[in-house]
């Protein structure tokens, strides 16, 4: 499976961004996706993940709240909302996909088969 991800932008503080995961080469609705943020300097890190069935979602603590994943299968595409964005967000952000993950593995970027290449998602102060 090939995925695309886009959607990231400069935002002021507060401000919002729907970043899109668009999944081609194989059905997507079988896959558990995960979102990951790399910022300067520091490792990837888990951001949020939804699971094939949509009945299991996790985020990391930082940004619960303020950011929803959701996917819609009929268009093979994941979406990661963010609200209330804030600079530490500031990070490249990877979308990643893998068929067979297990709840206790959602936020383990090992998991994950299938990265998309990322997008830029800057906010300023």
């Known amino acids: 499976v090939q995925l695309q991800a886009s959607g990231g932008g400069l935002v002021q503080t507060g401000g919002s961004l729907r970043l899109s995961c668009a999944a081609s080469?194989?059905?997507?609705?079988?896959?558990?996706v995960g979102w990951f943020r790399q910022a300067p300097g520091k490792e990837r890190e888990f951001v949020a993940s939804?699971?094939?069935?949509?009945?299991?979602?996790a985020y990391t603590e930082s940004v619960k709240g303020r950011f929803t994943i959701s996917r819609d299968n009929l268009e093979n595409t994941v979406y990661l909302q963010m609200n209330s964005l804030k600079p530490e967000d500031t990070a490249v952000y990877y979308c990643?996909?893998?068929?067979?993950?297990?709840?206790?593995?959602?936020?383990?970027?090992?998991?994950?088969?299938?990265w998309g290449q990322g997008t830029q998602v800057t906010v300023s102060s």
């Open positions: 939804i699971r094939w069935n949509d009945r299991a979602k």
């Open positions: 080469g194989s059905t997507f609705r079988s896959y558990t």
């Open positions: 990643a996909a893998s068929q067979r993950i297990i709840i206790t593995s959602m936020k383990n970027p090992t998991a994950y088969r299938y």
